[in-house]
């Protein structure tokens, strides 16, 4: 392995990093038909921000001038912590600390590192950031293959992880892409979803998604039609990949950012009910939680108590 590509895979590792793969930045000509049928049929909802940065979506180019490579780091999230009976179903992925931060100073970081080992290089991270598709990314690295679900799923440890990119114009060595699809004829999470928005061919309504109804959706009303259809979930929902055979290779993370807040596990829907704006500000200051606001968890908790 060249040098260069060995020092950032390793310091990817140190810096706790599950996965790093690396392929060739390009136009993603593909993605770019795929994503506006996407758009035009609506299926992101109200999430207005799906349709900016169109073109910088498909061109790396466009977002680091003379982009030569796409790191693809993939950060595990899965604890084996579950919540109390009675609680109101939180998504995994919230447990902890916002993960934005968390990886963003994992990606400033790296990119200091890697300056200071190899020279002057130009590089931006993203995380769960708009212009960037990071799945695409991941699997043409090499990293795993997206599933019916829309998640990209490793083969050795499954689908529980943030995915972040780091777009350089430093010259790499590239992984190979993963080619197969090890979904097969399985429909697990075709089957499960409470509300049916996979749709065939890996394509997720997100205006069905109850993550999108419980996080994304600003308007005080969740549709009715969606009325006992949130199977008790009030932030996110983890359906889809629980149910994922695949996910039964799944580890607990060691990243104690990710430690999950007492209260997530804990509390119970009347105590939620219960809690004030304030105590809701300072508990979950650092927690992904604060993206629906204090009113957005007492419209979800009133949505799914049947009020």
């Known amino acids: 392995m060249h040098k260069h590509t060995y020092f950032v895979k390793k310091t990817a ?16 000509e593909e993605d770019a038909a795929r994503l506006e049928k996407w758009l035009q049929k609506g299926m992101h909802g109200s999430m207005q921000y799906m349709e900016n940065y169109f073109d910088l979506r498909i061109d790396p180019a466009k977002l680091v001038p003379g982009a ?3 790191i693809t780091l993939l950060l595990n999230y899965y604890t084996s912590q579950i919540q109390q009976p009675d609680t109101p179903g939180i998504s995994k992925y919230a447990y902890g600390q916002d993960y934005h931060e968390v990886i963003r100073e994992k990606l400033n970081q790296l990119i200091i ?3 200071e080992e190899i020279g002057e290089i130009h590089g931006r991270g993203f995380v769960d950031s708009a212009p960037v598709l990071e799945r695409t990314w991941a699997q043409k690295s090499g990293l795993g293959w997206i599933g019916k679900n829309g998640n990209l799923i490793t083969k050795q440890s499954g689908s529980f992880y943030f995915i972040a990119t780091l777009i350089t114009d430093l010259e790499l060595e590239y992984d190979d892409p993963f080619v197969k699809d090890y979904c097969g004829t399985c429909t697990k999470c075709i089957d499960a979803c409470p509300t049916e928005a996979i749709l065939p ?3 997720i309504d997100g205006s069905k998604c109850i993550s999108y109804f419980t996080i994304e ?5 969740i549709p009715g ?4 259809r949130f199977d008790n979930w009030m932030f996110g929902c983890d359906t889809c990949q629980d149910v994922c055979p695949w996910n039964r290779f799944s580890k607990p993370h060691s990243e104690t950012s990710f430690s999950p807040i007492p209260e997530i596990l804990n509390l119970t829907t009347k105590e939620w009910e219960m809690m004030t704006e ?4 300072t508990i979950f200051r650092h927690s992904p939680l604060r993206r629906t606001k204090w009113k957005g968890i007492q419209r979800n908790l009133k949505f799914i108590s049947g009020g």
């Open 217 to 221: 959706l600003k308007e005080m009303i």
């Open 225 to 228: 039609e969606m009325k006992g």
């Open 13 to 28: 590792a140190r810096l706790g990093f599950s996965y790093c793969g690396i392929t060739r930045a390009h136009k993603l």
């Open 68 to 70: 030569r490579s796409v």
């Open 278 to 281: 304030e105590s809701f500000k």
């Open 201 to 203: 061919d890996k394509v």
């Open 113 to 115: 590192m890697i300056q």
